[in-house]
């Protein structure tokens, strides 16, 4: 007996204890999610979902490993040179997405950046849009996101050590937009690979521990700052490319722009979801005689939205798209065009306003719509159900698009349709699952439209769980069930 528990004590040391735990660590990994995108839109963006869950396959060679050296002594040295490296390919993972997956990038930070501006309307918008008489709420235009190149340097301020900070940020994409939607994947296997190399020191000898760290590190550094380096110089490669390009076509040499950008978007995938080098390169085509039909229509878009001509720009838009359906940066801009179509459509109607402040009335001075004469008379439904087709197509061309939810929630509780509008704040839930942090205020909106299709079902019951979700997070992931 007493010989059990000694073997017992020595098989359960800390160093296995340890090893053990990085295995269930890296386990887990390979089983979740490393990003989690909503999965409406991919299909639309070229999108396949295996590829965001290529970093399982090392996760679970990684626990093999471990699972390994639980129950037998091996070489030390070598596993912990490779779960080093297995390390730097995670770490490097955000670099991959950004450089080989432009399309996600620019989901991702469309989606971050939908969120913010639909979060901020809603918190300047708040007494508007919490009533049911929305008839004189102003709908805001979207913006696209006009870029996802990693790391462009605009002038020399770049080699500046204060804006180095660019460099791990947008160069290698460790920015917010990116962790908005990391998932636990790629978090638990980063853990996991820490612990397996701490487990693998702490299996070596006391005096040992120290000197084999600083072995290891000794070669490992070189290794990484090569890597590093290397990638660095492929960064400012790009961006003294992209201003060579700038000078040919500043010089009027545009078929050396056209081939060299045909060129870079071979070493430089993202270049493609970049404004001014497809602006760039449609004018070089133009001119050269030669033009390119998509982005020469791309162009033409671009000029009419500056000029505020939604409609035709939109029509440019869908021209350029359906020459080159993979473009994403131009389907991107297709739904924005039609959604501020849309939100254009719904502000300019004949529907009673609200009262003009008299000029002779002493302050402070107070008008409720009520007190008007206008009052009485019916709003125009016309205006919103012009405007929910817009946003609809918008959906068409951009599934899941969260402002076009959004606009289209509210100019369908403006039309009467409550039950309408419930189905397009469902909708809103479901893409905000993918979120790493939820919209709060976003969420109570889409809750609080969900209790007025019940009020107005006659359901009050469910309507006022409903009104409680719209205030409460804590009960969103309570079930609902309807009254009988």
């Known amino acids: 007996m007493q010989n059990l528990r000694e073997m017992n004590r020595q098989f359960w040391r800390r160093d296995r204890l340890v090893i053990a735990l990085a295995f269930l660590f890296l386990l887990r990994g390979s089983i979740s999610s490393w990003y989690r995108l909503p999965q409406i839109p991919l299909a639309a963006f070229s999108i396949q979902s295996m590829s965001l869950e290529v970093g399982r396959i090392l996760a679970l060679g990684s626990a093999i490993a471990c699972f390994f050296l639980i129950f037998k002594s091996l070489n030390l040295h070598r596993f912990r040179l490779g779960f080093y490296a297995g390390l730097v390919i995670v770490l490097l993972f955000p670099f991959w997405i950004n450089l080989t997956l432009p399309n996600v990038s620019l989901l991702a930070a469309t989606y971050a950046d939908q969120d913010y501006r639909v979060s901020r309307y809603v918190e300047e918008k708040i007494p508007e849009i919490q009533s049911q008489w929305k008839q004189n709420i102003l709908l805001a235009r979207s913006v ?10 605009e002038d020399s301020r770049f080699f500046q050590m204060s804006s180095w900070d ?35 020191y702490l299996a070596e000898e006391p005096n040992q521990r120290t000197p084999a760290f600083l072995q290891d590190w000794w070669r490992i550094l070189p290794g990484v700052s090569l890597i590093l380096a290397t990638l660095l110089f492929y960064l400012l490669s790009i961006n003294l490319l992209n201003h060579r390009l700038d000078t040919l076509f500043a010089q009027g040499a545009y078929r050396p722009v056209i081939e060299l950008s045909r060129s870079l978007t071979q070493w430089y995938p993202p270049v493609q979801g970049d404004e001014a080098f497809l602006k760039r390169w449609g004018e070089a085509s133009y001119y050269s005689g030669e033009p390119d039909t998509s982005l020469v229509a791309f162009v033409k878009g671009l000029e009419r939205d500056r000029l505020g001509d939604f409609a035709q720009s939109a029509a440019y838009y869908q021209q350029a798209l359906n020459l080159n359906p993979q473009q994403f940066l131009i389907r991107e801009y297709l739904a924005t065009a039609l959604i501020n179509q849309g939100v254009d459509y719904f502000k300019d109607s004949d529907r009673p306003q609200l009262p003009k402040r008299p000029t002779t009335s002493s302050f402070p001075y107070k008008s409720d719509f009520l007190d008007s004469p206008q009052a009485v008379e019916q709003p125009n439904i016309t205006r919103p159900a012009g405007a929910i087709q817009h946003f609809e197509e918008a959906l068409s061309v951009f599934p899941g698009h969260l402002e076009a939810l959004y606009d289209l929630m509210l100019a369908r509780a403006v039309n009467g349709e409550f039950s309408a509008s419930a189905d397009a704040a469902q909708q809103i839930i479901q893409l905000q699952k993918s979120f790493q942090q939820p919209n709060a205020a976003l969420l109570g909106q889409a809750y609080l439209h969900l209790t007025w299709a019940d009020y107005h079902q006659g359901d009050f019951n469910r309507a006022w769980q409903r009104y409680r979700q719209s205030t409460d997070p804590k009960t969103w992931k309570q079930p609902i069930e309807e009254s009988p």
Do not use: D
């Open 144 to 153: 696209p996101i006009r870029s996802v190149f990693g790391l462009k340097i």
């Open 166 to 200: 660019k460099v791990w940020l947008e160069g290698f994409g460790y920015h917010n937009a990116f962790f908005t939607f990391i998932g636990k994947g790629w978090s638990v296997t980063s853990g996991g690979l820490v612990l397996a190399i701490i487990g693998l």
